[in-house]
């Protein structure tokens, strides 16, 4: 309740009828409850009559879900993975601005791209052309979100090691209706802070 509150009196301060409303993003390291809060943001935003969408990264967006579901279940090395996530988040933040006024809430963003996949190539291509060149992107994509919006509020999400391996173990029970897990899914939170800590 506190942190919905907080939510929407953030909106409720700074956008106006008249402008593009802010972006509201939610991150942190797995099985936080990103999704979760996300989607009751976007219905206590709507009980209060204010056009409000849910959104997950990546995907999002037709063109986002097929490039969501290329990464999960396409024999991709990393580099690979990191230019689809990338354009799903660009495809993301172009359904977005075709749908009208409304307040964006999302699961995840460039923040978790830079952790997860960034990362993860970072060794062998640091200070490279193509490591600029990724970095320029999310420096775009980042840019795109303030474009006639007020800044966006950024929550990071944690839990307890004790508290993630509970949530991890509930996690691996349930089905994958035949896709393969995220990659990330398999980290554990020692290895998510420490990416964490790098950025």
């Known amino acids: 309740p506190a942190l919905t509150t907080t939510t929407l009196n953030f909106f409720h301060m700074n ?3 008249n402008q593009k409303p802010p972006f509201i993003i939610f991150e942190g390291v797995d099985f936080t409850g990103k999704s979760t809060i996300a989607v009751d943001v976007v219905l206590e935003l709507q009980k209060r009559g204010i056009l409000s969408t849910y959104y997950r990264s990546p995907g999002g967006s037709p063109r986002g879900e097929e490039l969501r579901e290329l990464c999960r279940n396409g024999d991709l090395n990393v580099d690979e993975q990191l230019d ?3 354009e799903a988040l660009t495809a993301t933040l172009d359904y977005i601005d075709g749908r009208g006024w409304h307040v964006p809430v999302l699961d995840r963003f460039t923040l978790s791209t830079a952790f997860y996949q960034v990362k993860q190539i970072e060794r062998s291509i640091y200070g490279s052309d193509r490591y600029i ?6 420096a775009q ?3 795109r979100l303030t474009i006639g919006r007020k800044k966006p509020l950024l929550i990071v999400l944690d839990v307890t090691e004790e508290e993630f391996e509970k949530r991890k173990a509930k996690e691996a029970l349930k089905t994958t209706e035949g896709r393969t897990k995220d990659r990330f899914e ?3 939170i020692q290895e998510q802070h420490g990416i964490l800590r790098c950025y």
Not at 133 to 138: D, H, L, P, Q
């Open 186 to 188: 398999s980290m554990s």
């Open 141 to 143: 994509l980042n840019k």
């Open 133 to 138: 060149a990724i970095c320029e992107k999310i």
């Open 15 to 17: 956008a106006l009828i």
């Open 84 to 86: 689809v996530f990338l």
